[in-house]
């Protein structure tokens, strides 16, 4: 069977956070959990998965707020937290969730540093790290050529592009990283996005009024 990926809607900034899994093996991992992740706990135990990992496509503090209420939940070590290195610096910083007025304690430390084009597991199913840095130093894209989808994070959404005016954002850095890595990818490719509908590489390509 191919991967299934789940889309949960989270938090007061709407972000999308994504449960994976592989359906054979019933192992799943969470991709970017926000606020409010105790619905990807109720989520993974009404389906009988187990949750192996948390992947972050980068470390704003929208994206690794629940990361505390999935390990605080699990098995202490039952949880690899993967990051992109360029990213650690904000993720220690709790993602800048002090710069927005809040308080975020600290993650456990990443057990896995993302490198370009690396293979992850989920079960027997794999997906790649595709480095796309502007939003952030180290953000990145998980692509699953077998369903073709590609997580995307805030690089892209629907007609629209992440934003750069954040410490360490690039707006030619953003872009080259859509062109290189994205728009290179099978046009009916899904884009999940970190908040906003879904969309594929052709619409993108087409109509983004960025390019």
Not at 85 to 104: K, N, T
Request: hydrophobic share 40%; net charge negative; proline share 8%.
């Amino acid at each position: 069977m191919a991967l299934e990926i789940i889309t949960l809607p989270l938090g007061p900034m709407e972000n999308n956070t994504y449960l994976a899994a592989d359906l054979d093996t019933r192992e799943a991992v969470v991709i970017d959990p926000s606020f409010g992740s105790e619905t990807v706990l109720s989520e993974a135990s009404a389906r009988g998965w187990k949750l192996t990992g948390i992947w972050l496509t980068h470390a704003h503090f929208d994206h690794i707020a629940g990361i505390q209420t999935l390990v605080n939940a699990l098995q202490p070590g039952a949880l690899l937290v993967g990051l992109h290195p360029a990213d650690l610096p904000l993720y220690q910083e709790s993602g800048g969730a002090r710069a927005f007025g809040l308080h975020l304690p600290p993650g456990p430390e990443p057990s896995i540093l993302f490198t370009h084009k690396q293979a992850l597991s989920v079960g027997r199913q794999t997906l790649r790290v595709l480095n796309t840095p502007g939003h952030t130093p180290g953000h990145v894209v998980f692509y699953s050529a077998d369903t073709g989808a590609a997580l995307c994070g805030d690089l892209i959404f629907f007609h629209s592009v992440g934003r750069t005016d954040l410490p360490g954002g690039d707006s030619e850095a953003l872009l080259e990283s859509i062109r290189s890595q994205i728009f290179t990818l099978p046009p009916a490719t899904r884009l999940l996005c970190g908040h906003g509908p879904e969309t594929t590489v052709a619409e993108e390509a087409q109509n983004n009024p960025f390019f």
